[in-house]
């Protein structure tokens, strides 16, 4: 993996205002000061079971772009932490993640964008893609039937979904059934042993997303 000797860039507290008030944010930039080629968002799992900026599979996401140049901002919902405004069902967080991204953009003057999410952050991320369109989508324990997913079409950008066999919430095959009709086709990482918060099973998911943005985030 390109960059995966860099030392894990300090991360910088930030607010960031959106639609319902400020948002928490970490920036993280393994290049300060240098003009990067893309830039990562990464959206949290649910807010009211526990869903943080600081969830560990959402900092694997972004380290893993880190090393591969790219900075990142995690950041918290509406209504977690020091994000102003309340819990909106998944309709203010697309909002939330748009504005986010808008002014990621404005920060580092750089439009593609690689953009991802965990769980409820996932079913998120696939929404923001219609108006965000980024270079590339990962989505982690996609939730479908858990949260409503409505997509009039596919993402247009490269997309790989990750989800694990022994997940107790999401089964794999019920998301690749999901995700079958939709062209341009997803790519589907199933990743063994791995449960919704992939326990023990981070490096496997790590090697998946890197191998997928590495090769230029192709589709099949």
Known sequence: MSG?????????????????????????????????????????PHPLYGGTMQNKVVHTLARTMQELAAPTVRFNFRGVGASEGEHDDGRGEVEDALAVIAW???????????????????????????TARPAALVTVALPVKRVPIELATAPACPWLIVQGDRDDLVDYRAV??????????????V??????????????LRTAVAEFLERGSQTP
């Open 191 to 204: 990743v063994a042993g791995a449960e919704h918060f992939f326990h023990g099973r981070l490096p496997e």
């Open 4 to 44: 995966n000797a860099l030392r894990a860039p300090v991360p910088q507290a930030v607010l960031i205002d959106g639609p319902a008030g400020r948002l928490e944010a970490r920036v993280e930039d393994p290049s300060p000061g240098s003009g990067p080629r893309v830039l990562g968002v990464v959206c949290h």
């Open 104 to 130: 990621a953009r404005a920060r580092w003057a750089c439009e593609p964008l690689w953009l991802a999410g965990f769980s409820f952050g996932a079913a998120v991320a696939l929404h923001a893609c219609a």
């Open 176 to 189: 690749a059934d999901w995700a079958r009709p939709f062209m341009p086709p997803a790519r589907l990482s």
